[in-house]
């Protein structure tokens, strides 16, 4: 089912036909390849804090099954982070990965921790293409939405056979902090 039949749902577009209407200041965020979280640390010299929002085992939006090639009542791992730099949020990230293929992952044991802060440092890490949302848009994190920010972006990654999609919504208080601009 496309989205396009879903008008409440989150459409994503490939991260290069979102750049024309993207600002060259927030392309190095919403584009970088790297780990979002070392980005952050170096942005700011407030200290970099995780607030965990939730995390278990529930049905992926159909948008995020589409992406994992799951059928929409499959059950997935989700995990919903805040990414903070002082006291003040900058990414609001959700994460899923199918069930199957998380043994040896030890996801569930972040607690606190990023998921970039694991991520990054296994060496066969695979990331799939970026795709990007103008926000605010309908993602599920409703405990961030009225900071929304202009920009979302997600890509799947690999470790193994371990599959997570990455959702990333960069929220009002980055853009504040950084003199980003609105789009």
């Known amino acids: 089912?496309?989205?396009?039949r879903f008008p409440g749902w989150p459409h994503w577009l490939p991260i290069a036909a979102q750049r024309p209407r993207m600002s060259p200041d927030w392309w190095p965020w919403v584009a970088s390849r790297d780990s979002l979280t070392a980005r952050l640390r170096i942005a700011s010299?407030?200290?970099?804090s995780v607030r965990l929002l939730t995390q278990g085992v529930t049905r992926p939006r159909l948008d995020e099954a589409q992406a994992l090639g799951l059928p929409h009542r499959t059950h997935v791992w989700h995990r919903e982070v805040l990414l903070r730099l002082g006291n003040a949020s900058w990414v609001a990230a959700?994460?899923?990965?199918?069930?199957e293929g998380l043994?040896?992952?030890?996801?569930c044991t972040l607690g606190e921790r990023s998921l970039g802060s694991w991520l990054f440092r296994q060496p066969n890490l695979e990331?799939?293409?970026i795709e990007a949302i103008r926000a605010p848009a309908m993602t599920g994190l409703d405990a961030w939405r009225?900071?929304?920010?202009p920009w979302g972006r997600r890509s799947l990654l690999r470790v193994g056979r371990t599959r997570i999609l990455v959702q990333e919504f960069f929220l009002a208080a980055m853009a504040a902090d950084l003199s980003l601009p609105s789009r």
């Open 146 to 149: 009225g900071d929304a920010g």
């Open 103 to 107: 043994s040896g992952a030890r996801l």
């Open 94 to 99: 959700r994460s899923v990965a199918p069930l």
């Open 45 to 48: 010299p407030r200290p970099f």
């Open 127 to 129: 990331r799939g293409p």
């Open 1 to 4: 089912m496309s989205p396009d």
